[in-house]
């Protein structure tokens, strides 16, 4: 019986010489073949040959060596999220991975729970990434900011409702979302508005700009008949909805805005079965428009959240590595608006 040949452990470790000598070709053409370089005309037979080659051995560009040689490493820190950002936004989180994957840089995640701003700004510039993408959970000082661009990163980016001194922002205005629920709330006639604020701690990040937002909105609606609004902590979790529904007639609202459209769906499934009328007794609305909020009956109505495709940050991360003296950048990226359906 044959069996499957196995590489011992202690074999030399294949090298560009190596590929080189089996593709018939000198080893800057490997490398040019392997690291992608454009600036050489190369015939495709040749680069396949080069692949096919390395594919052979097992060969690897080293990442270490590559970042030698150019001055700086293609890696693209992207501290991971330690809350539950939902589908939309882990969506998009990927949009942007592929993206820069499809630029040739190498993103890596980096897991920075319990860490302080600046202890974090540290750990991450041990790295040594030629960019940093923050996603805002950890709060990144200047003084963070001056400490990674020291360690060699050319673009520091912050995705969030902040801007901070010295890094380029993305800024994504919560604020936006909860406005467009309560106007449209406000719209259909509902005065005394519920805001689900989650219990489950870090997205406070998204929660208190979106209560803000509602509060904002109805603060300038103008109605002759003022609104309220009272904001309600649910946990995710079927438990924590029933008892928030089984109390709901004593809180005389009629309407709730209920974070997004998974806090929504989950709320509304838990009136529904205390009894409670929806859209007569309250109105639900949600936010994200997932396609499931379709499926429901009634309908769900939510809030749509536009954001950037993942292809335009790569390309924004792409642009400051190559120009890093350049301006510091400010680019509004959120756009918000309400989607009547049944519920509301």
């Known amino acids: ?21 089996l593709a018939g070709v000198s080893r800057a053409t490997v490398s040019y073949v392997l690291n992608n370089t454009s600036a050489v005309r190369i015939s495709e037979p040749t680069r396949r040959r080069v692949r096919e080659a390395a594919e052979e051995l097992g060969y690897v560009p080293h990442a270490a060596a590559r970042s030698l040689r150019a001055g700086h490493s293609r890696m693209v820190l992207l501290p991971t999220a330690h809350v539950p950002v939902g589908p939309l936004y882990s969506r998009f989180l990927n949009e942007v991975q592929w993206a820069l994957r499809a630029l040739d840089y190498t993103v890596v995640q980096y897991g920075s729970l319990g860490l302080g701003a600046d202890e974090a700004a540290r750990a991450w510039a041990e790295l040594r990434p030629v960019a940093v993408l923050s996603l805002g959970e950890i709060g990144l000082t200047p003084h963070g900011v001056r400490v990674l661009k020291r360690s060699g990163a050319k673009a520091v980016i912050t995705l969030g409702p902040q801007r901070v001194e010295g890094a380029h922002a993305l800024v994504m205005d919560q604020r936006a979302v909860g406005s467009a629920a309560a106007a449209h709330l406000l719209e259909r006639g509902r005065r005394a508005i519920g805001v689900v604020v989650p219990a489950e701690p870090g997205l406070d990040l998204f929660s ?12 300038e609606g103008g109605a002759d008949q003022p609104a309220r609004v009272e904001p309600l902590t649910m946990a995710y979790d079927e438990e924590s909805a029933a008892r928030l529904a089984a109390a709901w007639r004593g809180l005389g609202l009629d ?3 209920a974070y997004n459209d998974e806090y929504a769906q989950l709320l509304m499934r838990a009136l529904q079965d205390a009894g409670v009328d929806v859209p007569g007794e309250c109105a639900v609305v949600g936010a ?18 536009e954001l950037p495709t993942g292809r335009e940050i790569a ?12 301006d510091v950048e400010r680019h509004d990226l959120m756009a918000a608006h309400a989607i009547g359906r049944e519920s509301s």
Do not use: C, F, N, W
């Open 1 to 21: 019986m044959s069996q499957t040949p196995k590489h011992s452990a202690d074999a030399p470790v294949p090298t560009s010489t190596d590929v080189a000598r």
């Open 315 to 326: 390309e924004l991360v792409d642009r400051v590595v190559r120009d890093p003296d350049g």
């Open 208 to 219: 208190r700009p979106r209560l803000a937002g509602v509060r904002k909105a109805v603060s």
């Open 255 to 257: 309407a709730v805005y």
């Open 288 to 305: 994200d428009d997932l396609l499931l909020g379709k499926l429901l009956r009634p309908r769900l109505s939510t809030v749509h959240i």
